[in-house]
C-alpha cells in the first residue's frame, strides 16, 4: 500500500516522538556540572544581585503610576517624555520583573508592585465581549489598540503566570489559563501556529501598534506589493509563548500545560527548523516558507541563543534529553559561528540564510540572551569552552551598555567616542525584562535565586 504524503509525515513524526520517548528513559535529566567555585571565576553573584535590584527599582520608581499603569516613554534621566500608552508586552515584563524583587528581598513592596500592574491589566485589557486581551490602553484604562496580538497575549500569560507563582492567588492562575485558552481559540491559524494580529473579534488579520506605539511599517508581498493589512508570520510571538508556557508550568505544575509547551516546540521545529543550517528563520509567508531574502527574510541571531536557552530550560522541566542536541545546540552553535564578535565580544543582531551577520551597531536585548545562554549551557551542560566568549562579551556589556551617569541601560552599543544622538539615549521598557532574565539566570546558577 503506498502511503500518502500527509500519511508518511505522521508515521515519521510519530517514529520521532517514540524514538525521543526511548533517549528520554535513558537520559537523566541535566543538572549543573560546573562547580560553585568555578562559576564565581565567571559570575559575581553579589555585584548580579544588586545591579539587577537597582533595575527592578529604576523601573518601579520612575515608570510605574499608582495605578499599576507602565509608562514606556523615559528619557536616560528617566523622567516620562511624550503621549504615554500602555501595551500587554510591558505590563506582562513588568510582572516578571517585580516577581523577581520579591524573589531576591521578600520585600512587600515588590509584592504590592505586582499586583498593582497585574490587577490594572486584569481591569483595563480584558475584552468583556469577544474575549481576550487588548493590545493597548492610555493610563486611563481606555482603550487605544483593541487588536488581538499574539505577541503581547504571549506575554500576559508570561506576567500572569509570575504573579500566580509569587502570590499564590487564583485569579492570577487562572487569568494566564483563560488568556492562553482564549489564544488558542481565536488566534491560532490554519497551520496550527498563531497569527500574529487579528481584529478585536478574531475575524480578520489586522496592523497593530508596535513596541513603542508606533504602526508597524508595510512590509512587501510575494507579489512586490505592500501588504498594509497583513502582518508577516513571524517565529516571535511563539517564542515567547514557549517561554510563558513553561513559566504557568513553575506557577502551577500543571502536567498538561508542559506537554502543551512540549508540543507547541515540537511542531515549530519539527516545521520551521531549517535543518540544513541549524537555525529558525524570522518570517514567513502566509504559509509558514521562509520568506526569501529579497523580501525581508533574515535571520534574529538574538533569538537563536533565546531558543537555545528555551531548550535547555524545557530539558530541565522534562521535555526529552534529545531536544538538546536535536534544537538547543545546534542553535547555540549555528549562533556562536555566526554572531559571535571576537574581536571585541557580544553579537552583532541580523545574519543571513548563508550564516553571514550584518555588522550593524550591537543591540542590548541581543547581548542579554547571548550571554544568558552561554552561562547556561557553561554551567548545566558542561560547555566550558563558552566561557572565554562569557567572559569577554560581559566585560564589553558594562562598557557599552551600562549608562554609569544616570543608571540604566542603554539600548545599543554606546561608544562614548561617537555616542548617538540624545533622542536614541531613552530608557527602554521593553529591554529591561531582557536584562532583568540574563542577571536572574546568572543568580539561579550560583544559588542567590531558586
Excluded at 531613552?426 to 550560583?446: N, P
Aim: aromatic share 12%; net charge negative; glycine share 8%.
Amino acid at each position: 500500500m503506498r502511503l500518502s504524503r500527509r500519511d508518511f509525515v505522521q508515521v515519521a513524526g510519530i517514529s520521532l516522538l517514540l524514538k525521543r520517548r526511548l533517549l528520554q528513559a535513558q537520559q537523566a535529566p541535566a543538572q549543573p556540572t560546573t562547580c560553585s567555585a568555578t562559576l564565581r571565576l565567571h559570575i559575581d553573584p553579589d555585584w548580579l544581585r544588586t545591579a539587577l535590584l537597582e533595575e527592578i527599582d529604576h523601573w518601579r520608581n520612575s515608570a510605574e503610576l499608582p495605578n499599576g499603569f507602565i509608562q514606556q516613554g523615559l528619557d536616560q534621566q528617566w523622567c516620562p517624555i511624550g503621549q504615554q500608552m500602555g501595551t500587554l508586552i510591558a505590563q506582562g515584563r513588568h510582572m516578571f520583573m517585580r516577581a523577581r524583587g520579591y524573589d531576591l528581598t521578600h520585600n512587600s513592596a515588590y509584592l504590592d508592585s505586582l499586583r498593582r500592574i497585574a490587577d490594572f491589566t486584569l481591569a483595563n485589557f480584558r475584552d468583556t465581549q469577544y474575549g481576550g486581551l487588548f493590545f493597548s490602553v492610555s493610563p486611563d484604562g481606555k482603550v487605544v489598540d483593541d487588536c488581538k496580538n499574539a505577541y503581547g497575549t504571549a506575554f500576559a500569560i508570561f506576567g500572569f503566570s509570575h504573579a500566580a507563582r509569587v502570590t499564590h492567588d487564583e485569579k492570577y492562575q487562572q487569568a494566564a489559563l483563560e488568556t492562553w485558552e482564549q489564544m488558542k481559540k481565536g488566534l491560532r491559524d490554519k497551520a496550527g501556529f498563531f497569527k500574529y494580529a487579528t481584529t478585536r473579534d478574531y475575524s480578520q488579520y489586522a496592523p497593530t501598534l508596535d513596541f513603542s506605539g508606533q504602526p508597524p511599517k508595510p512590509t512587501p508581498s510575494r507579489s512586490g506589493t505592500n501588504t498594509q493589512n497583513h502582518s508577516p508570520n513571524t517565529q516571535n510571538p511563539m517564542m515567547h509563548l514557549e517561554e510563558a508556557l513553561q513559566a504557568y508550568y513553575d506557577a502551577t505544575g500543571s502536567k498538561k500545560v508542559l506537554a502543551e509547551a512540549e508540543a507547541h516546540a515540537d511542531a515549530m521545529f519539527t516545521r520551521l527548523f531549517q535543518g540544513e543550517g541549524g537555525y529558525l528563520p524570522e518570517f514567513y509567508d502566509a504559509d509558514w516558507k521562509p520568506l526569501p531574502e529579497n523580501e525581508h527574510g533574515h535571520i534574529e541571531l538574538g533569538h537563536q541563543f533565546e531558543w537555545a536557552y528555551l531548550w535547555s530550560q524545557g530539558v530541565k522541566r522534562g521535555f526529552p534529553c534529545w531536544d538538546l542536541q536535536l534544537y538547543g545546540e545546534r542553535l547555540l552553535n549555528f549562533g556562536m559561528g555566526t554572531a559571535y564578535d571576537s574581536e571585541t565580544g557580544g553579537i552583532f543582531s541580523v545574519g543571513d540564510y548563508e550564516g553571514h551577520p550584518v555588522k550593524a551597531a550591537k543591540g542590548l536585548w541581543q547581548q542579554c540572551e547571548f550571554l544568558r545562554a552561554l552561562m547556561n549551557y557553561a554551567t548545566v551542560h558542561n560547555r566550558s569552552d563558552l566561557w572565554a566568549a562569557f567572559d569577554k562579551s560581559l566585560g564589553m556589556f558594562k562598557e557599552h551598555f551600562m549608562d554609569a551617569q544616570y543608571g540604566g541601560y542603554f539600548s545599543t552599543y554606546y561608544d562614548p567616542k561617537s555616542p548617538p544622538d540624545e533622542a536614541r539615549l531613552g530608557k527602554s521598557s521593553i529591554d529591561c525584562y531582557h536584562v532583568c532574565g540574563m542577571y536572574s539566570e546568572a543568580l539561579m546558577l550560583t544559588g542567590g535565586l531558586i
